[in-house]
């Protein structure tokens, strides 16, 4: 009941709510993974899955299974970094957990250094959204995850890296930028939300912290953009942005780091936008192996 290949396989089934799913996932056979299961039902003398309900939901029993396995796994992962530490960075595991627009215009030139200097660590990125890194950081599945604060409650520690400003994008052509002559000038020249009433407006899901803020300056200001689109990502905004479709909101990260194909025209807001602060977050008691503090190192540079 306590075998590493049993409670992975009652996690992974807990995880996809099918064993079909779940099979895929762990390259054993449906089969092969119902027999596990019941093997480990019939040690136990109790059923881990209501198999009347699809996805499958935990027994009581599963549920205090599925908790347990889960500490035998934080414990794993945690003898696991704490003897890699005796490596000295010659060899181990490091797994980050970050979004798309980050990894795309943080993590690059920091992973490319890392990985020079320490080529025996094995190095992971796991994209996900806000929501499910805060998930990945509590599962102990990421050693640390890119995320801002404030943090959601207690269990989270965290490294403060640094503060994202929020500015504006606009096309080229666009009247905005034409007037100055359709060529970036810096410091940025600054603009008021107020203005972008009625004008092609290139918005975040909803799901997007960035909506939230484009929200707030809507209210702030009274001002009724004309929404043409709502982007995944800022990534996607800024190269809908870019090739023409409309303005949009990014972050001086996205404007640092992204490599354009073609500039977009960029803006200082007049409105105050509390700027965001980007911390490496770990779970509170989780060890942070020297990997993770030596990669976090380079992130602070």
């Known amino acids: 009941m306590i075998d590493e290949h049993e409670w992975r396989s009652v996690l992974q089934v ?25 093997k480990i039902e019939g040690e ?6 209501d198999r009347s309900q699809t996805p499958l939901l935990l027994t009581p029993a599963g549920e205090i299974y599925v908790e347990k396995a889960r500490e035998i796994q934080r414990l794993k992962q945690e003898l696991v970094k704490g003897t890699a530490d005796l490596s000295e960075l010659r060899t181990g595991n490091l797994c980050i957990g970050s979004s798309r627009t980050r990894s795309s215009c943080y993590l690059t030139q920091p992973l490319i250094e890392f990985h020079r200097n320490y080529p025996g660590i094995r190095l992971t990125v796991r994209e996900h959204s ?25 269990n989270f520690a965290s490294i403060p890296l640094l503060k994202e400003r929020t500015l504006l994008a ?10 100055f002559g359709g060529r970036q000038i810096t410091p940025y020249p600054t603009i008021s939300f107020a203005r972008l009433h009625k004008q092609p407006f290139i918005k975040l899901q909803e799901s997007r912290r960035m909506a939230h803020i484009y929200r707030n300056l809507c209210q702030e200001t009274q001002c009724e953009p004309d929404v043409v689109f709502e982007a995944n ?27 354009w194909k ?19 977050a770990y779970g509170r008691g989780q060890h942070l192996s020297q990997a993770a503090k030596t990669f976090i190192a380079l992130l602070k540079r």
Not at 44 to 49: R, S, T
Not at 238 to 248: H, K, P, Q, V
Not at 267 to 272: A, R, T
């Open 262 to 280: 073609e500039a977009s025209f960029f803006f200082e807001l007049e409105e105050n936008v509390e700027e965001r602060q980007l911390v490496a």
């Open 170 to 179: 606009v096309p080229m052509d666009h009247p905005f930028a034409v007037r």
């Open 130 to 154: 806000l929501r499910e890194l805060k998930e990945d950081v509590l599962a102990g599945a990421v050693d640390f995850a890119l995320l801002y604060e404030p943090l959601p409650d207690k």
């Open 233 to 259: 990502s800022i990534i996607d905004a800024a190269e809908l942005c870019m090739a023409g479709l409309g303005i949009t909101l990014v972050t001086d990260m996205l404007v640092r780091g992204w490599r």
């Open 14 to 38: 807990a995880e996809d709510g099918t064993f079909s799913a779940a099979a895929k996932h762990l390259y054993v056979s449906q089969p092969s993974l119902s027999q596990c299961i019941k």
């Open 44 to 49: 136990l003398g109790e059923a881990l899955f």
